[in-house]
């Protein structure tokens, strides 16, 4: 089992950057897939990225359009979602989330979120 904790997030313009950091508990950060998703008022999660356990691949929702950048660092048993060029539409809680599975289709844990505000 491992527990997952998100930071980072907070109130920014648009056009601004901002890194969430998810830290895992545990010992086999190195065995779970690795992603991030979303969900603003009203609307359902979303996801937004994901990478593999030992960071060498990643892949993106079609809305991030190069503006993020998933990344994970196994000896600290922390994944990050670099976030550039935010709009008002990235306003949503946002989710870390493991899976043993290569390439999930559900996560099996989930972290409470971080809250991400744009402003226009």
């Known amino acids: 089992q491992v527990q997952l904790v998100e930071s980072g997030g907070g109130l920014v313009q648009a056009g601004g950057s901002l890194r969430l950091s998810c830290a895992a508990s545990g010992r086999t950060f190195n065995t779970y897939t690795m992603g991030w998703f979303r969900q603003a008022p009203g609307k359902e999660r979303e996801f937004v990225a994901r990478?593999?356990?030992?960071?060498?691949?990643?892949h993106y929702a079609d809305f991030v359009q190069g503006r993020f950048t998933i990344s994970r660092d196994n000896a600290k048993n922390t994944v990050y979602l670099q976030m550039n060029s935010l709009k008002p539409e990235d306003t949503a809680i946002y989710y870390c989330?493991?899976?043993?599975?290569?390439?999930?289709?559900?996560?099996?844990?989930w972290g409470q979120g971080t809250q991400v505000t744009v402003s226009s």
């Open positions: 989330a493991a899976d043993p599975s290569y390439f999930p289709l559900n996560y099996d844990y």
């Open positions: 990478i593999t356990k030992s960071g060498d691949r990643t």
